[in-house]
Each structure stands twice: as structure tokens, then as C-alpha cells.
């Protein structure tokens, strides 16, 4: 009797952390997020969903957009010059250094790559991928630094579903 009270007390401890600690992470990803309005200058590609999270490691918006036929058809956004090419940061500042080499990633549901950059307060992460030689670009930017959890809330806001209903609807020329 003692050995399986022991257990069950062991077993309802493990599931009140799993329910403390990691459901508030994952939800995290899709809640506190608003829609907002395309903040971007225009250039030669249309305009795409932004959204902003306030209370997300102290602020942070994510700016998401498809660029059609504007990817290596071959191997997609696979390395540090493709993922510039490609990217935004230079719609949200003039004047931008990259904090070293981008990193592999899954990028809505597609192999792409995460780099960061810096200007002054500003800290930027361009998340892309390529898929049928589309772009899936999202711009995350904060005046904070942009660590780990705000990738991943990034990431994780990326594999909503209305997030790849429109890259779908885009690709498809919806």
C-alpha cells in the first residue's frame, strides 16, 4: 500500500509540473499575440500579416510575409547569404550587423535557417524558409535581446494555423 501511494503521489507531482511548467510555454506560442498592421515599407513584394505580442520577453513583434518565386529552387534558404537576400531587416532599419552565422531550423513546418542582427536598441531575427522555390520570411523584432524563448514563441506563433493557411493561401496565389 505504501509503495503505491508513493507512486501515485510521485505521479500526480510529475503531472502538476508538466501542467505548470510546460503547458504555459507551448500556449505561449499562440496566445498574447494581436493582430496589427503591416508596419513595413512597401517594396516589390505585397504586404503580409504582423502581429505584435507586448507582453512576450518584455515585447516583441513578428512581421510574416511569402515572396513568390524568390528562392533557390534547389536547396532553399540554406545558408547565411541566402537567408540576407531574402530577409526583411533592411525594411526595418537602414543600418543593420548580423551577430554571427544563422542556424538551421524548422521554419513553419519547412527546413530554413534563423539568423540575428543588431542596430543600436533594436535587436532583429529573420526566420526564413523556401518551399517550391517561395520565400516564407517572418521578421522578429524587439528592443530586447532575442534569445532562445523568444525564438521559440516565434516559431511556435509561426505553426499557428492561420499563420500557414496564409503561407498556403499565398503559394498558391490565393
Known amino acids: 500500500m505504501r509503495l503505491v501511494r508513493s507512486f501515485i503521489t510521485s505521479a500526480v507531482a510529475t503531472l502538476w509540473v508538466a501542467a505548470v511548467v510546460c503547458v504555459p510555454v507551448s ?3 499562440q496566445e498574447g499575440w494581436e493582430p496589427m498592421r503591416w508596419p513595413l515599407l512597401r517594396d516589390g513584394w505585397p504586404n503580409g500579416i504582423a502581429f505584435d505580442c507586448p507582453n512576450c520577453v518584455g515585447g516583441l513583434s513578428l512581421y510574416v510575409r511569402v515572396k513568390v518565386g524568390f528562392c533557390d529552387c534547389s536547396q532553399g534558404v540554406s545558408n547565411d547569404d541566402e537567408i540576407d537576400r531574402v530577409g526583411d531587416v533592411d525594411l526595418v532599419v537602414s543600418e543593420f ?3 554571427g552565422v544563422g542556424s538551421i531550423e524548422q521554419i513553419a513546418g519547412v527546413r530554413g535557417r534563423i539568423r540575428l542582427y543588431r542596430s543600436g536598441e533594436r535587436r ?3 526566420l526564413a524558409a523556401g518551399r517550391d ?3 516564407i520570411v517572418a521578421t ?8 532562445p524563448e523568444a525564438i521559440a514563441m516565434s516559431l511556435a506563433r509561426l505553426s499557428g494555423p ?4 496564409f503561407i498556403d493561401n499565398k503559394m498558391s496565389g490565393r
Request: aromatic fraction near 0%; proline fraction near 4%; hydrophobic fraction near 40%.
Open 27 to 29: 500556449a505561449q506560442g
Open 97 to 99: 550587423e548580423p551577430e
Open 124 to 126: 532583429i531575427a529573420t
Open 133 to 135: 522555390c517561395n520565400a
Open 140 to 147: 522578429a523584432v524587439s528592443r530586447n535581446e532575442i534569445g
Open 162 to 165: 492561420d499563420i500557414l493557411r
